[in-house]
C-alpha cells in the first residue's frame, strides 16, 4: 500500500508555501514605482516673495535679500547664499528672522558697495512638517549681466540619499503597522497565539524594522535636508542640530518608546505565552479562545471530584482561581501598556508631520493618532491573520470571529477620521481633483472600499471554517490516507526510537525526515479544511490590497497638502495687478510765463518691473506740437523709500522726447514728476501716480 499511495504534487506543496515570498515581491516592486513618482519629496512650504524679486533690475544694491513663505520653515546661518557673477558669495552670513504674526520671513544682510550684475541667491530650508524645500533665483543690481554660477539642478532631499531616505519611511510606517497590528490580534483576538512561533517571529520583526528604519533616518536627516552626500551622516556637528529640531526630537522620543515596546514584546512571549501554553496543555482550548483558563479550572474541578478529601478540592480550585485572576490582570496591563505605547510611537509622526502644521493643529493631531492606530490595528491583525492561518493549523474560528469585529471597529474609526483630515487638508472639492494630493486620496478610498469587500467574502469563508473537523469523517474516527512522505516518516519514525541506527550522519537525515513528516501533517490538515483554505485565500487578497493602500498612504504623507497646493495655484495664477499693456497718461501744465500752459502725453512700455521704453509728447494750447527748452522725468515709489529715480530722455523730434531702457526695480505704486521749462524762468512740475505690475 506504500508504495501505491499517491504522492501530492511537488509543485503543489510549493505554490502552497510560496504566497508570503510572492506578496513581498509584489511589495517590493509598487514601492519602487512609488518612490519614482514621489522623490523627491513635494515642498510643503512655498516661497510666496522675495525682495528683491526674481528677475528684477535694482538700480542700486540693496542691503539684503529677504524671503516669505506660506508657512513656519526652520533655517540656519547657511539657509541662504547669495552670489555675485562670478560665484563669490556676498552676504554675511548671518540669518535674520524677520517673523512677526502669520508673516513668515527671514533674510540675510549683503556686503556694502557691490558693483553692478546679476547676482543668485539659493536657499534651503526644512518645512514644519519636517520635508525639506530648496529653491533659487537671480536678482540685477544696474543691469543684467553674464553669470558664471549656475542654478541648481537637485532639489533638496532627492538623490540617492532621498531614495535610502524614503525606503527607510516606508519601512518604518511598515513595521509600526505589523509591530502594533500583530500585538492587538493577540491581545483581542487571539490569546493563545501568544505562545506561536509564527506570530512571535512576526512582531518581533515589525518591532526591528520599525527601530532600525527610525535609526536610518535620523542618522540620514542632515545629508537628506543639506548635502545630499552620504558621508555627511558622520557629520556629528550635523547629528547634533537635528536633535535640536522637531523631528529629531520624534526621532529620539520613538527609539525610547520602541525601548518600551521591547519590554512590552519580552512580557507578552515570556510569561504570558507560558501562562498561555500551560492553560492550553492543561486541557482544550476554551470556548472564547482567549487564555483558556475557563477549561483548566474545569479540569482542575473534576480532579478534585475524583479527591480523597474535600481539603484537596478546595486548594486546587484556589489554585485555579489564582492562575485565572494572574493571567487576567496580566492580560489587562498588558493591554494598557501596550495602548499606550502604540499611541506614543503614533504620536512621533503626528507632533512632526502634517498633523502638526496648517488649521487645527489641536485637534488635528489626537485625531492623527486615532487614524495611524486603526491603520495599524486593521492592516497588522491581517497580516498577523494571513500568518496564523498559513502556519498555525488549528487556530480557532471565534478568534478569526473576533478579529473580524476589531476590524470594523477600526474601519469606522479609519472613516471618521479620514473624513476629518480630508476636509483639513483638502479644503475645497475642486482640489479632490485638481491636486496630487486629491488623487491619491480617491485611489486610497477605492482600496478601502475594495478591502471591505473582500472582507466580506472572508466573513463568509469564516462562517465555515471547521466544518469538515465537526462533521467529517476524522471527526467520526475514520483514517486519513497518508502521503509517501509521511508513511515513510513513520518508518523513520520506528527505526529512531529502535534505536538501530547512531551515525550523526543519519540522525540528522532522520531529523529533516521527522521535520517533513510534520510538515506534511499540518499541511494535510490545511487542505481537509476548505473553509480554511477559501479563507486564507481571501485573507491572502486583502493582504495584497492592503499592501498597496499603505503605500499610497505613506505616499500622501510626503505630498503637498490640497488646501496648500491650491493657495500656490491661486497665487502663481492670479492676474497682474494692472493689465499686461503700456502705461499712457495726460498731464496739463501751466509755468504761468507766455506760452506756458499745454499737456505732456508719457507712455511707459511694457509697464512693468524691469526694463521699459519712455515715449513723451508735449502740446501746445492749440494743440501743435510744443517744442520745450528742458523736460525732466523721474521715478518714485515711496512705500518703499526707491526714489526719485531720474530719466533723462533724448530729443527725437520737436515735441517728443524718449528713453530706452528704464528701470522699474519693484512693483507698486509709482509717481511720476513730469518737470517742463517753457523758458528761462518759467517751469512747473507735474505728477500722477501709476500701478506697476
Known sequence: MTATAPAP????????????????LVLAALLASLFTAA???TAHAALTASDPKDGAVVATAPAQVTLSFSEQVAMGDDSIRVMDPQGKRVDTGELRDMC????VRYGTALHTGLPNGTYTVAWQAVSADSHPVSGAFTFSVGAPSATSVSLPDRQVGGGPVGVVYDIARYAAYAGFTVLVGGGAFILLCWRRGSAERPLQKLVVRGWVTLTAATLAMLVLRTPYTGSGKFADVFDLDGLQAVLETKTGASFVSRLLLLGAAALFIAVLFGAYARRQKVAAEAGPVASDGTDGTDTARSASASASASASTEADEAAEAEAADEAKKETSDLAFGLAIGGTVVAGGIAATWALAEHASTGIQPGIAMPVDILHLLAVATWLGGLVALLVALHKVPDIER????????????SVLVLAVTGVYQSWR????????TGTSYGRLLIIKVSLVAVLVAIACLSRKWTGRLGEVRSTGDTEAGAPVEEPAEVLAGADVSRETSSGSDTDPRRAAQLARQRAAREKAREKQVRDADPGRAGLRRSVLAEAGVAVVLLAVTTVLTSTEPGRAAQLETNRSTAGPAVPNRPVKITLPFDTG?????????LELDPGRVGANTLHLWAD???GQPLDLPEIKIA???PAKEIGPLPVAPDRDAPGHWSASGVQLPLAGEWRIDVTVRTSDIDQTTVQKNVKIG
Not at 510765463?593 to 502725453?601: D, F, P
Request: charged content about 15%; aromatic content about 8%; glycine content about 10%.
Open 593 to 601: 510765463g507766455q506760452n506756458g500752459k499745454g499737456t505732456v502725453r
Open 620 to 622: 501746445g494750447e492749440d
Open 9 to 24: 504534487s511537488p509543485a503543489r506543496a510549493a505554490r502552497a508555501t510560496a504566497y508570503l515570498p510572492r506578496l513581498a
Open 100 to 103: 512677526s504674526g502669520s508673516t
Open 635 to 637: 521715478f518714485t515709489l
Open 425 to 432: 487638508q483638502l479644503g475645497s472639492w475642486s482640489a479632490l
Open 398 to 409: 471565534e478568534a478569526v470571529q473576533r478579529f473580524s469585529k476589531v476590524a470594523f471597529i
Open 39 to 41: 522623490s523627491p519629496a
